[in-house]
């Protein structure tokens, strides 16, 4: 089984932008996590993080011709914006876990709506990088029954 984890516009960032909401861990600290975490489940897992709209498109189209299992995105801010990142989230036809480190919900207004959460199989919201592991599970338990 093979998971794809794609981050967006700044994720690269963890530990250096707004720590008292993403928390003092770095990318590579959640790339470590995810790895460990894939070996623990016997998956193969790929991760993936671009600023660039087009590139999380053209990952997500890449994803359909690879026959990926499942799919762990957090588009940050793209979430609240990206129409094309939502309609290639829509073509593919395997689990996809729309993630975020803090709570939307609880934050700011516009972040509030999420254009890619309705074309998803679900979301985790608020857990910190603990979504990320979570999503993984849920998509290994559940992969077999789509």
């Not at 603990?130 to 992969?143: P, S």
């Amino acid at each position: 089984m093979k998971i794809l984890v794609i981050n967006g516009v700044n994720m690269n960032f963890l530990g250096i932008r707004n720590r008292e909401v993403y928390g003092n861990k770095d990318y590579n600290y959640l790339i470590q996590m995810i790895e460990e975490k894939a070996r623990e489940l016997k998956v193969d897992v790929e991760c993936f993080q671009s600023n660039h709209e087009g590139a999380i498109v053209d990952k997500l189209q890449d994803a359909y011709f690879e026959k990926v299992e499942g799919i762990v995105i957090n588009p940050a801010a793209f979430t609240h914006t990206s129409v094309a990142i939502r309609d290639a989230l829509e073509s593919l036809d395997c689990i996809k876990i729309e993630v975020h480190i803090s709570n939307i919900s609880e934050r700011e207004e516009f972040r509030h709506r999420s254009l890619t959460q309705p074309v998803c199989s679900g979301q985790i919201a608020g857990l910190g990088l603990d979504g990320y592991t979570l999503a993984m599970e849920y998509i290994v338990k559940n992969a077999c029954r789509q």
